[in-house]
Structure formats: structure tokens, C-alpha cells
């Protein structure tokens, strides 16, 4: 356990700056997100209050498959880690990284910008009791992930001629490693998505009944 406390406190020392910058980028999606719900044209507003609305009213009212909303969390989490991972391991893909978290940052808040928009404190609960639990997990290790990727793209950068092959492969393995573990936070992000999140919105419905 203490190994493992060390570990992160190297691995935060060592990226301080880079953890800074994605956080930032992470934060300027979110701004824009809740730009773009408080600028939506009115026609598309009402268009996509009218789907949320179909949305709400068939999440709280019928019987969820939660099998299915659980498998869907945790894969799209998964799917983020994995793209990570994979763009970390080129020369390019320190663009792409930024441009995942941006949008992931984008999509929040989109979704409670729209969400307090249209539905004022109701839609302050819904945030707090639908989508801040689990991405108090999966938003800093969205950030931690991306760091890693960023970083290691760029010691590829820096290091590819003169790293020999043993040499390379300890750095991949190390990164994969810890990408892994990064990967297995996220994936409890996903079970927290799909099992807490669900009873609490159906509990938030109950009382605003």
C-alpha cells in the first residue's frame, strides 16, 4: 500500500505541469459546453427538452434494463482509457488526447448547463444526484489517464532514437500497466453510472412527485 502511495505521489510530481494543462483543457470544454447549452436556438432547445422529456418519462416510469445501462457505462468509459492508451503510444497523439478530454469536457457541460437551463433547481438535484457521484471518479481519472498519454507520447518524441528496444519495452509496459490500473478507476466509474445513478434520479423522481 505504501509502494503504491509513493507511486502516485511520483507520478503527479513528474506531471505536475502536463496535469495542469489537461485539467485547463478539460475545464474550457466544460465552458464551452455550457455556452453552447445557454446559446442552442430556441428551435433545437425545444426539440431536445422534448426528447429529454420522452427520455425521463420512460426511464422513471418503466422498468430499466440495468444489465444493459450498467455493460453501456462501463464500456464507454473502457473505450475512452483504451483510445487513450493507444494514442499515447504514437508520435500524434498528444492532439487527440486533448481533443477527447476537451469533449468529454464539452459533454458535461453540455448536459447540466441544458439540464439547470431548463428545469432551474430541479435540474441543479438531477446534476448533483445523476452525474456528479460518478464523475467525481471518472473525471480525475480522465485527467490522470490522459497526463499519462500525453506524457508518454512525448518521451517517445524525445527519446525514440536513442531508447533501444529493451529499453522501449520496459517504458511500454510500464505505461500499459498503469493505464490499466487507471482503466480498472474508470470502470468502477461505470458501475458507479450504472447502479447508484439510476436509483438516485428514481428517488429524485419520487420526490418531486
Given at each position: 500500500?505504501?509502494?503504491w502511495?509513493?507511486?502516485?505521489?511520483?507520478?503527479?510530481?513528474?506531471?505536475?505541469g502536463?496535469?495542469?494543462?489537461i485539467?485547463?483543457?478539460?475545464?474550457l470544454?466544460?465552458?464551452?459546453?455550457?455556452?453552447?447549452?445557454?446559446?442552442?436556438?430556441?428551435?433545437?432547445?425545444?426539440?431536445?427538452?422534448?426528447?429529454?422529456?420522452?427520455r425521463?418519462n420512460?426511464?422513471?416510469?418503466q422498468p430499466?434494463?440495468?444489465?444493459?445501462?450498467?455493460?453501456?457505462s462501463?464500456?464507454?468509459?473502457?473505450?475512452?482509457?483504451?483510445?487513450?492508451?493507444?494514442?499515447?503510444?504514437?508520435?500524434?497523439?498528444?492532439?487527440?488526447?486533448?481533443?477527447?478530454?476537451?469533449?468529454?469536457?464539452?459533454?458535461?457541460?453540455?448536459?447540466v448547463g441544458?439540464?439547470?437551463?431548463?428545469?432551474?433547481?430541479?435540474?441543479?438535484?438531477?446534476?448533483?444526484?445523476?452525474?456528479?457521484?460518478?464523475?467525481?471518479?471518472?473525471?480525475?481519472?480522465?485527467?490522470?489517464?490522459?497526463?499519462?498519454?500525453?506524457?508518454?507520447?512525448?518521451?517517445?518524441?524525445?527519446?525514440?532514437?536513442?531508447?533501444?528496444?529493451?529499453?522501449?519495452?520496459?517504458?511500454?509496459?510500464?505505461?500499459?500497466?498503469?493505464?490499466?490500473?487507471?482503466?480498472?478507476v474508470?470502470?468502477?466509474?461505470?458501475?458507479?453510472?450504472?447502479?447508484?445513478?439510476?436509483?438516485?434520479?428514481?428517488?429524485?423522481?419520487?420526490?418531486m412527485?
Open positions: 500500500m505504501e509502494g502511495r509513493n507511486y502516485t505521489r511520483q507520478f503527479f510530481r513528474d506531471r505536475y502536463i496535469l495542469i494543462v485539467l485547463l483543457i478539460f475545464l470544454g466544460v465552458a464551452g459546453g455550457c455556452l453552447g447549452a445557454n446559446k442552442m436556438p430556441v428551435e433545437k432547445r425545444e426539440q431536445l427538452s422534448v426528447y429529454l422529456d420522452g425521463w420512460e426511464f422513471t416510469e430499466v434494463d440495468r444489465v444493459a445501462m450498467l455493460e453501456g462501463v464500456i464507454r468509459n473502457l473505450e475512452i482509457t483504451a483510445a487513450i492508451w493507444f494514442l499515447g503510444l504514437t508520435v500524434i497523439g498528444i492532439p487527440f488526447i486533448a481533443g477527447l478530454v476537451a469533449f468529454r469536457g464539452f459533454i458535461l457541460g453540455f448536459t441544458f439540464l439547470v437551463e431548463q428545469m432551474s433547481w430541479q435540474g441543479v438535484i438531477l446534476s448533483l444526484l445523476g452525474i456528479l457521484p460518478h464523475n467525481l471518479i471518472a473525471v480525475p481519472t480522465l485527467i490522470a489517464a490522459a497526463a499519462l498519454g500525453v506524457s508518454f507520447s512525448m518521451e517517445l518524441v524525445r527519446g525514440r532514437i536513442s531508447i533501444g528496444f529493451g529499453g522501449m519495452g520496459r517504458m511500454v509496459l510500464g505505461y500499459t500497466t498503469t493505464m490499466l490500473a487507471l482503466t480498472a474508470m470502470a468502477a466509474a461505470g458501475l458507479t453510472e450504472g447502479i447508484l445513478s439510476p436509483s438516485l434520479i428514481r428517488l429524485l423522481n419520487t420526490l412527485r
